[in-house]
């Protein structure tokens, strides 16, 4: 280490420390490291952790836990579904958006304004802009820009006031009961790479910087740093698979603990795996190593495997040996 550098495990070069969340920030991820440089900390947001604090089933899991994101705001799962419609039988169709007041559980729809142009034989032309009737007191705004893009001068005072009270004297257009028709898409974004980003760096942090040198963590580095899909064929194949929405066989010990994620480690004859859950919703298992011998200090040591558990909520981390939280799983279920 030199000037408070450190060996990026993810580049290997040295370079200024940075805080990485292991599980990420968004989802309540408490546990970080600080042996990720500032280039592949950010690289490593943007192509591993967006695919899983962006899923919709995760989105579902941060809005109902009310997990704040970078900025404070936390997520609005029905802005979600229910964010932009169009009122049916209107010609044409104008869009809304449909906004819920969390204090009285009543929702109001808004119109997004809407700009028309019509060309006119003499070669000027039109423009209608309809806006919502709340939107009113920016009608001089509107005027204004619009002469401006034109290439006409702004109104002075008077002209401006005759101009919107001769737009308010048309009245308002009156919806009753509008039926609103939503399309709700939600963009299935790839898990993958995140949860082996999470794989990799839990590998590292239970078995330390021997791991670095590793074939798997050479492969898992590799895949994890890559952009574009993962079935590249020019990738390292990683042993193991990552499950949506259903919990792989060797997390479903936990089913009974939803909201909060684990991850745990063991070193088997033939290789090292770790098992990975975020909420109850992603899962994974990833072969992490195939050289355990390398690893034999570790058993000779008595290693009875590595667990975490992350309660985002109150963002806490607990460690302990696998065995302790299997031990403990069967205190709970006595109770
Ligand atoms: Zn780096």
Redesign the pocket.
Known sequence: MVGGAVL??????E?PPSEEHVFPDAIGGALTIDR??K???ELLNERADRGVIQHPLVRMVRAQLKIPDRRGNTLDPFADIFGKGTIVGDEPRQEVIARRDPLTNTVTLKLIRHRTEKRRPDGTKDVEIKIDSRDADQIPLIIQRERKRAGLTELSGSALDLAVSRILARGLTEVRHPVVCHQPSFRFTDPNRGMLKIAYELAWYWLGDDYLDDEGAQQLRQVILSDGPLDDPKLPKIPGSVSVGEVLPALVLWNHIPNVHFAMMNCLQKHVGVAVRVFHMLSAVVGVSEEPARYSHLIERGYMGSFVKLEPVSRTVSESTLAAAIGDLCSDRRR
């Open positions: 990026c495990i993810f580049c290997l070069k370079a990720v440089c280039t592949c900390n």
